[in-house]
């Protein structure tokens, strides 16, 4: 019921920063807790942020804490991922995920975006 589409991956060099987007087309969207994901070859896709229905409540793993902000803008249906001082391990396909709430899991999740590619150079 939730369309997911990622954009503003790239590459950047350390201490740089991207803003990902994240356009969600559905009836639904507003009443879904939104999450930003990764993943790297061979490796399982793990939590990066997380912000609640009203964009009040947001979550991040302690790998971006302070370096990353997630948004949502529920009248244009777009959630984002400003990524500051960036490091060559965040390095990552880069996934929107949509679900009815707020989780660090991916199984909580109902909806996923094809992903970003973010790429960080030394």
């Known amino acids: 019921q939730v369309q997911l589409v990622e954009s503003g991956g790239g590459l950047v060099q350390a201490g740089g920063s991207l803003r990902l987007s994240c356009a969600a087309s559905?009836?639904?969207?507003?009443?879904?807790?939104m999450g930003w994901f990764r993943q790297t070859p061979g490796k399982e896709r793990v939590f990066v942020a997380a912000?609640?229905?009203?964009?009040?409540?947001?979550d991040y793993a302690t790998s971006v804490e302070g370096r990353f902000t997630i948004s949502r803008d529920n009248a244009e249906n777009m959630v984002y991922l400003q990524m500051n001082s960036l490091k060559p391990e965040d390095t990552a396909v880069y996934y929107c995920a949509a679900g009815r709430r707020l989780a660090a899991i991916t199984g909580q999740y109902d909806y996923w975006g094809q992903g970003t590619q973010v790429t960080v150079s030394s």
């Open positions: 912000i609640s229905q009203g964009g009040i409540v947001r």
């Open positions: 559905g009836r639904t969207f507003s009443n879904n807790a």
